[in-house]
């Protein structure tokens, strides 16, 4: 009986198209539950639920090694995709072609609103944002063209319209997504005169401080807490140049333990915690004191 079933399977998965790894998973499933199915108690329960799996795995091996693949073009060269599965980013990414980015993540879910990681569709003067943009066979687009780099360089000068230029002192310097792409796409002739708009800053819990002077409003700290903390006490206001992030009413604060995390995901030097400070003047009262010990030592 179970080599009747399990010839029969393997009739099935080769009609199916199903690999042989999968195939093999169907003879692995059935030595699994051989002792099961010996049992005269509750037989076809048993026998049933060995069916179940065996089915299941099945399923879950064509979805995995069977999906549909297409062909688009990314700078004339043919790439293999999955159709409205995968995003331009995350296929651009894949094929090793760096593109700047500040509110793409993969653990958050899209926003497209910092604009950085723009393309062009090839045959028209069109700009299209990757990150929120699904893979459609037979497109094609171009990453390196000059109305890319322009638009690029653009969206770079307005984010530092406000954007202090405290770099030497900020906590992030050297590690700053915002530093990186403004080396490779920043201007030396900002057409921006007028004064800076300054923002008080504030805690959003009792350990993490937020700039708002050095926010570029990625939202990755906001869309971390509201997904994977299920804190949403944080969030933007405003509108255009006055939006801000915040805590809505000033007596909310961020109740989550997990807030460290945004303070990873931030691309810039916005958020960071509390104790950094107070450790780095424990680290230079450690320095200063070093010298008279050593002269005490000495003497």
């Not at 199916?16 to 692995?28: D, V, W, Y």
């Not at 799996?53 to 995995?64: L, M, N």
Request: hydrophobic share 35%.
């Amino acid at each position: 009986m179970r080599r009747c079933f399990a010839s029969t399977l393997s009739r099935a998965a080769a009609s199916a198209g199903l690999t042989c790894s999968t195939t093999r998973a169907f003879t692995g499933a059935m030595d699994k539950f051989k002792g099961m199915n010996s049992n005269r108690d509750g037989g076809d329960d048993h026998r049933r639920k060995a069916n179940e799996i065996i089915y299941e795995q099945a399923a879950a091996g064509q979805y995995a090694e069977h999906k549909p693949r297409a062909i688009m073009f990314v700078n004339k060269r043919p790439v293999e995709i999955i159709p409205q599965e995968e995003n331009l980013l995350e296929i651009l990414e894949r094929e090793g072609i760096r593109v700047p980015k500040f509110c793409y993540h993969p653990i958050l879910s899209v926003a497209g609103n910092c604009r950085m990681c723009m393309v062009q569709v090839d045959g028209t003067q069109n700009i299209i944002v990757a990150c929120a943009t699904a893979a459609l066979p037979g497109m094609s687009i171009l990453t390196d063209t000059r109305l890319v780099r322009d638009a690029r360089e653009g969206n770079v000068e307005l984010i530092l319209i406000n954007h202090p230029n405290d770099c030497p002192i900020c906590e992030q310097a050297t590690n700053c997504d915002l530093q990186h792409i403004t080396m490779t796409y920043g201007t030396d002739m900002p057409r921006y005169r007028e004064d800076k708009r300054a923002v008080n800053d504030f805690y959003f819990d009792p350990h993490t401080r937020v700039v708002l002077n050095r926010c570029i409003h990625c939202t990755r700290c906001v869309r971390f807490l509201n997904e994977h903390t299920q804190d949403f006490n944080l969030g933007m206001i405003g509108r255009g140049g006055l939006s801000e992030i915040s805590t809505y009413m000033e007596e909310l604060e961020v109740k989550t333990e997990h807030a460290m995390g945004a303070v990873q995901l931030c691309p810039v030097g916005s958020l960071y915690t509390a104790e950094a400070d107070e450790n780095n003047a424990i680290a230079d009262e450690l320095d200063r004191l070093e010298p008279a010990k050593c002269a005490e030592a000495t003497a």
